[in-house]
């Protein structure tokens, strides 16, 4: 009997694979440690955090063969919480030690596309040419321990929320002698009432006249170069807002960024700048940031990283401040998929600048800030 029933499944399983029409992957990644947090003004905590060297997630992707070279794609990818009982799907990560990289929805990037000799275009939430460029360059990015992150001056260009867009379309070109060209389109809408915010159930019919909905559209293209132990990439993002939204700022964004493998250790630069404008109102900022990396192999396992980056932030209505943060760490390769890790990353802002490890564990203004993590981060 039991016999019968496991060649009924095997047949089963067989029917089904033979009318499947896309090769599906499922994917991953599962980080979890023990961290260190200190602050200026602030009482120093220990706590265990999923995802400080890379965001815990759990990712399906496929493909289906269209023929004439042409093919579809997809990838469904959320963040988890390994620490905790919450999973996937049920809370954002908001505010914690590792989800400051994430958004406030727990879908990391969402997609579907064609892909083929005219290159890849995709249209869903998506990781942007700024989220790309913002890794690139950079051994530590999206991690607690990254410098650059920690440092404001950015909004598109970043390796974690802010760089990853909805209701977006990308297009990615084949490679030309190792460049590569990526356009992407972003448009976000917002509704309100008048005297109510947008998310107020109880919001009372417009006035006549009073706009009610308006848009904030997101342009980036960027263009990267990859050929040997060269690695370069400059991007550049553009977000007009329209005069009615609530949050009516226009951004331009330029970034540049450049990495060399010496074999005996890699070399990683980065330099960009960020320029705001506020509709209707005498506010301009114009901040700049740039960071310097090395990733040193050590035996056949060991990988020593130190970075250093540091922010100059300027505007019309607050003084100037700036930031500067510095990480030294360690990565061991315990196998193709698992990595051991530890690093300790400081934080110090002089004149106005208030930046800190994440979310609000800030020191005060000119204050310090340093965490010391180790962990594991396993990749499936």
Not at 310 to 339: E, F
Not at 354 to 375: E, H, K, M
């Amino acid at each position: 009997m039991q016999k019968k029933i496991i060649a009924l499944a095997v047949a089963a399983l067989a029917s089904s694979a033979a009318f499947a029409q896309s090769n599906v992957t499922v994917y991953g990644v599962v980080d979890a440690g023990v961290a260190r947090m200190s602050a200026t003004g602030l009482k120093s905590q220990t706590a265990v955090e999923s995802g400080m060297l890379g965001g815990s997630r759990i990712g399906f992707k496929g493909v289906e063969d269209l023929g004439n070279g042409l093919k579809a794609v997809f990838v469904l990818e959320y963040a988890l919480a390994v620490d905790d009982n919450t999973g996937v799907g049920t809370t954002d990560q908001a505010g914690t030690f590792a989800g400051s990289n994430w958004s406030s929805t727990v879908a990391r990037q969402q997609f579907v596309g064609l892909t083929g000799n005219f290159g890849t275009a995709v249209v869903g939430r998506l990781q942007t040419a700024g989220y790309d460029w913002a890794c690139a360059y950079n051994p530590l990015a999206g991690s607690a321990l990254d410098t650059v992150g920690k440092l404001k001056a950015a909004t598109l260009l970043s390796c974690g929320s802010a760089g990853r867009a909805n209701n977006a379309l990308a297009y990615i070109s084949p490679s030309f002698g190792g460049v590569t060209i990526a356009v992407n389109h972003a448009k976000v809408t917002e509704s309100r009432a008048l005297n109510n915010t947008p998310s107020d159930p109880l919001a009372l019919p417009p006035v006549v006249g009073t706009p009610t909905q308006s848009d904030s559209n997101a342009y980036l293209v960027s263009a990267t170069y990859a050929n040997g132990p060269i690695g370069a990439g400059l991007v550049y993002s553009k977000i007009n807002a329209d005069a009615t939204t609530l949050n009516n700022t226009n951004v331009v964004e330029i970034g540049l960024g450049g990495s060399y493998d010496f074999k005996v250790v890699k070399v990683f630069a980065t330099y960009q700048t960020q320029k705001q404008s506020q509709l209707g109102a005498n506010s301009e900022g114009s901040d700049r940031k740039y960071s310097l990396a090395v990733a040193a192999p050590v035996g056949a396992a060991g990988t020593v990283v130190g970075s250093y980056a540091r922010n100059k932030l300027k505007n019309n209505i607050v003084a100037d401040d700036s930031s500067s943060a510095w990480n030294v760490s360690y990565l061991h390769a315990l196998s193709k998929r698992t990595t051991a890790y530890a690093g300790y990353t400081h934080v110090s802002n002089q004149l106005n600048g208030n930046v800190g490890i994440v979310g609000a564990y800030v020191p005060a203004f000119d204050g310090t800030a340093s965490v010391l993590g180790l962990g594991i981060n396993h990749k499936f």
